[in-house]
C-alpha cells in the first residue's frame, strides 16, 4: 500500500455487515467509480477492506439472524485493520464507510467501549477486546472518515474518541487527528428501524438527531473533527432505502464527498 500510494490520496473503503463477498464488492466499486469521477484531476490509491458479518447467502432472515455477531466481528475486523493503519507512511488519509462499516473504522483508531463490560473482561472466550486495543497502537497520521448511514450509536462510541493506545498503553490524549463526516438520513429503513434504532444494536447515529447533536456537543460544534450531510433535507423526497447506491443518487452526495476528500 505504500509503494503504491506514492504522490496519491489513499482511500479505504468498507462496507456494511449483511453482505456477501459479491454485494460487498459491487457497492464498492460503486463508491470508488464515483469517487473517481468526482475528482478526475487527482490520483489515487483504492483499498477495499472486507470483513465477516458471518452471513449466510441466500438466508432471508439474515438482517435480524447475524446482527449480534456482526457487531461483535466488525469490532474484530477493525482492530485487525488498526494492525495495518499504524504502518502506513500517508500522513492524510481517507476513508468512506456504509452503514455498520462505521463500526470497523471506529474501532481501528481510537478504543471504543460500546458493548457491556464483559467483552472487556481479560480471557473472556479468549477474545477479549480491551486486550487487544492495548496491544495495537493507534494511528497517528491524519484520517478524513465519511460515513453514510453510520449503524453505530453517536454518542456513545464518540466521547470515547479521545481513548487511545500509545507505546502499548491506553491512554486519554488531546489528540484531533481524526475527521468524521456523518451521512446522516432520518428515513432510511435500515437504520430507524422503525422506532428501535436505539435498541438491539443501537443505530441512532445514522438517523436520530438527539445523538447527532449530542455528539456535536461532546466535540463543541467543532467541524474540523465532526460535522453532517444531511441526506433527508428534502422532505419531498424521502429517501428510504439504505443502499450504497441510493445514497450515491441522493443530491447530497457530491457535498458529502467533497466533505470527505477535500
Known sequence: MNNLSNNKKLVFLIHGYNNTGESASLALEKLRVEVIKKFP???FQFVEVYWDGLTK???PLNSTTIWNNAQYSSSMAGLGLRKILINIKNKENYVITHSHGASVITEALFNV???DDKYYITNYNGKEIANLQAIYNTPTSKFSVGMLAPAIPGYNVFHEYYDRTVE?????TTMTNYRFVNGFNKYDVATTKG???GSFGATTLACREDDHLAVQAFF???SKIYSRINFSE???NKQRSHAVVAYIENPNFNTFLISVIE
Open 41 to 43: 484531476h487527482e490520483k
Open 57 to 59: 447467502r441466500d438466508n
Open 113 to 115: 467501549r460500546r458493548f
Open 168 to 172: 502499548g498503553s491506553s491512554v486519554v
Open 195 to 197: 422506532f428501535l434504532a
Open 220 to 222: 463543541k460544534n467543532d
Open 234 to 236: 428534502d422532505k419531498n
